[in-house]
């Protein structure tokens, strides 16, 4: 059973910096593309930012220059470094990994973390 666990949100004053982690278990998490997604009040679930298999990585207009997604494939571990925080970073991250095979897609959603930028 594939499960992935988010951690490392919380509150933080605008202008600063959070890590979040997806920690993946059940399957190996370097076959599969990760995305990190996000979904505030009253609104769609948007997508952040992606990572691939071969480290080719994918940004929303709204967070290039200020967020890094990266993976730690010794770990089964990805992540979302977070900078310049903005208050309209406010929402749930949701971690995302997605792999696609000649007889069926596999797609795993985590749980989500909250992350609150405000003064």
């Known amino acids: 059973q594939v499960q992935l666990v988010e951690s490392g949100g919380g509150l933080v004053q605008p202008g600063g910096s959070l890590r979040l982690s997806c920690a993946a278990s059940?399957?190996?998490?370097?076959?599969?593309?990760v995305g990190w997604y996000r979904q505030a009040p009253g609104k769609q679930r948007e997508l952040v930012a992606t990572i691939t298999s071969l480290k080719t990585t994918n940004y929303a207009d709204s967070v290039k220059g200020r967020f890094t997604i990266s993976r730690d494939n010794t770990k089964n571990t990805a992540y979302l470094q977070m900078s310049s925080l903005k208050p309209e970073d406010t929402a749930v991250y949701y971690c995302?990994?997605?792999?696609?095979?000649?007889?069926?897609?596999?797609?795993?959603w985590g749980q989500g973390t909250q992350v609150t930028v405000s003064s």
């Open positions: 059940g399957t190996i998490l370097s076959a599969y593309t």
């Open positions: 995302n990994v997605y792999r696609a095979t000649l007889n069926r897609d596999y797609n795993y």
